[in-house]
């Protein structure tokens, strides 16, 4: 079973405005959170983590938020740039494993 | 970014025939991995390898071996490839925290 839910499978987003991603989970034994930015032909790219003991943690643009009794995290680019589209993974792991668990990935795009 | 280069970048084989893709590191890390990207999927894990000749099953193993002859290697095995194992491979390293960091992958289509 999917462990970490990315429902939206593509966004659609103004440049300047605020893309907001969002990521469900169901094991409460999950203690770390990453997204994951990815473009076409290329890896996947670490972009910002958030530690179960957090609800937010800001990195320039990217800001993850983490609601820890829903299940759920969000990850808000602002302002969002042509640059950013490409798709996003949601992850999370917990301190027993060794693997991260990902999210089947939600595509955004950022028109100008 | 991690130095974490993948060989071949492409390939195309037949059904039946054995495939081994390589991995190759220089950030000394100890923890490696194998995914498989594919449509509706998101990534998903292979095996992993948690030091030199330590390596365990992933949620998508079967079909596959690795082996892990020294830190920097880690190749992945399709025994006798099926059309299934069609996808595009990538191989990560760990690093101090939980993050991993993804090599570019290799796009394998087997006929």
């Known amino acids: 079973d999917q462990q970490v839910k990315q429902n939206s499978p593509s966004l659609s987003v103004q440049e300047g405005r605020i893309s907001i991603l969002n990521c469900d989970y169901t094991n409460s034994m999950f203690d770390y959170f990453l997204w994951y930015k990815k473009y076409p032909a290329e890896g996947p790219t670490f972009l910002i983590s958030?530690?179960?003991?957090?609800d937010k943690n800001e990195d320039g643009r990217f800001t993850v938020f983490l609601n820890k009794s829903a299940k759920h995290l969000s990850l808000h680019i602002v302002p969002s740039q042509p640059g950013d589209s490409a798709v996003y993974f949601c992850?999370?792991?917990?301190?027993?494993?060794?693997?991260?668990?990902f999210g089947k990935g939600t595509s955004l795009l950022v028109t100008p | 970014d991690a130095g974490i280069t993948q060989s071949p970048r492409h390939k195309v084989t037949e059904t039946g025939t054995p495939v081994t893709l390589r991995c190759h590191q220089t950030?000394?890390?100890?923890?490696m991995y194998w995914y498989r990207q594919d449509p509706g999927h998101g990534l998903r894990l292979i095996h992993y390898s948690y030091g030199v000749k330590d390596t365990d099953k992933g949620e998508v193993s079967d079909g596959y071996s690795v082996s892990r002859s020294k830190t920097e290697d880690f190749l992945l095995t399709l025994e006798s490839a099926t059309s299934s194992q069609t996808s595009v491979y990538f191989c990560?390293?760990?690093?101090?925290?939980?993050?991993?960091?993804f090599g570019p992958g290799t796009r394998l289509t087997v006929t």
């Open positions: 958030i530690s179960s003991i957090k």
């Open positions: 950030e000394n890390h100890r923890y």
């Open positions: 990560a390293t760990q690093g101090f925290e939980y993050e991993q960091y």
């Open positions: 992850a999370a792991n917990s301190n027993s494993g060794y693997a991260l668990n």
